[in-house]
């Protein structure tokens, strides 16, 4: 079955930096784009960086301080985040960028909390 485990998440300082791991099973990993969402408390999921075959995106807030990669023989898609600010605490989730059935999968999440 489809699988997404996050990790790496934690307890940083306000400009501190984490890396978020993602690994993916289940379906065949390097044929879908994939994404790193966000939400936290009180407001709603927000798509915050995508991977695909052709490059990256990112959400305005993010960019410059967020890199999104992937290793496609691990199955794992990953999330650096540098200059890291308290609003960006928050549940971080990956995600296939599929229409139908796979894109409805989600992780577990993995929190990151940004606090002196």
């Known amino acids: 079955q489809v699988q997404l485990v996050e990790s790496g998440g934690g307890l940083v300082q306000p400009g501190g930096s984490l890396r978020l791991s993602c690994v993916g099973s289940?379906?065949?990993?390097?044929?879908?784009?994939m994404g790193w969402y966000r939400q936290a408390p009180g407001k709603q999921r927000e798509l915050i960086a995508v991977i695909t075959s052709g490059g990256s995106n990112y959400l305005d807030s993010v960019k410059g301080r967020f890199t999104i990669s992937r290793d496609n023989a691990k199955n794992t898609v990953y999330l650096q985040m540098n200059s890291l600010k308290p609003e960006d605490t928050a549940v971080y989730y990956c995600k296939i960028m599929a229409t139908g059935s796979l894109g409805g999968y989600w992780g577990q999440g993995t929190q990151v909390t940004v606090s002196s």
């Open positions: 289940g379906f065949t990993f390097n044929s879908y784009a």
